[in-house]
């Protein structure tokens, strides 16, 4: 049985959804799969359940992601005082695709720690693996209605955000979630997989130059410097090394690693960053990122703020040891 408190939250956001004859969906820039696949299953839901509904999905679109479905490019002169959903994401200036919009409410569902974005209805939960999960038992244990497809991209949302249920924010509730999608919709989850970890062969090589070229320090501190010219080397994009980040989990060696990735078109540095003890979000949050505990992000201008950032997490990694 859903908790009452939680299908009382529930039942609230289905009704903000249903006052509304047009909604825009938004998430993070630099999408992963589950900010993409959240953002999809829920358009197809409303759209399944209020086939009279104008329901879009904005921003950018990454090629490697359409299998997931496609997004709309929309004039947002055309529209009156929308919903805007926001998901997965807690800043504002890390909403991609909303410049120009004008809204009337927001909607938040995320499982990042609250930041400057407080929904006019939120769900904010940061002991949820992902937002898909979120996404999941609303369509679940509200009226909106869900089809295999919307189920598929849930399910891959969760699976990639968790890091195949490997992470420390699956929970119990986690595989219930799942469980039920599978009973509910009879995917084929097990085939599901290589839509996520099918990579060329160019990105494997990519992989191994990572792992040859990260520097791990007398901290357990890992870090690598990816150049423009090194992502036009191996043929993939700029938000390729944040969705190989997660398979450097488990070396003995580290404790924290970071990638930093030179993004020549935003003339910034993407910075991606894991850790298995210390906490990392409020450092991340101090170089104009933030994130959960162990998995954060940020965007920086400049080698020295990289620089004064790599010395900030090898302190923390210091200080963890030393506990």
Not at 114 to 127: A, F, H, M, Q, S
């Amino acid at each position: 049985m859903i908790p009452i408190i939680k299908k009382s939250l529930l039942n609230g956001i289905y009704k903000e959804i249903k006052k509304y004859d047009e909604i825009v969906i938004a998430r993070h820039v630099g999408p992963d799969p589950d900010a993409i696949c959240s953002q999809i299953a829920l358009r197809e839901a409303i759209k399944l359940t209020f086939p009279e509904k104008k329901v879009y999905a904005v921003g950018a679109s990454v090629a490697k992601f359409k299998k997931f479905g496609n997004l709309n490019h929309i004039n947002y002169n055309e529209l009156n005082n929308p919903l805007l959903i926001v998901l997965d994401v807690p800043n504002l200036y890390r909403v991609d695709g909303i410049e120009g919009l004008k809204y009337k409410n927001i909607l938040k569902i995320d499982h990042h720690p609250k930041e400057d974005i407080v929904g006019d209805v939120d769900w904010t939960d940061t002991e949820k693996s992902s937002t898909a999960q979120m996404i999941a038992e609303l369509v679940l244990y509200s009226k909106l209605k869900f089809n295999q497809k919307i189920a598929e991209n849930l399910f891959l949302g969760i699976v990639s955000d968790s890091e195949r249920f490997s992470l420390k924010n699956t929970t119990y509730e986690t595989f219930e979630t799942v469980k039920e999608l599978i009973k509910q919709s009879n995917i084929d989850f097990t085939s599901l997989y290589d839509s996520l970890y099918t990579r060329p062969f160019s990105e494997h090589k990519f992989i191994a130059f990572i792992t040859n070229n990260l520097v791990i320090n007398e901290h357990k501190l890992g870090y690598i410097k990816i150049s423009d010219q090194d992502l036009k080397d191996f043929n993939v994009d700029v938000a390729t090394p944040a969705n190989l980040i997660n398979g450097y989990n488990f070396i003995d060696e580290l404790l924290v690693w970071v990638f930093i990735t030179e993004d020549i078109k935003n003339d910034q540095y993407k910075i991606s960053i894991r850790s298995r003890g210390p906490v990392i979000n409020e450092i991340a949050h101090n170089y104009n990122g933030g994130g959960h505990k162990f998995a954060s992000g940020a965007r920086l201008k400049t080698m020295e703020e990289v620089d004064n950032l790599i010395k900030d997490l090898s302190k923390a990694c210091q200080d963890y040891e030393n506990k």
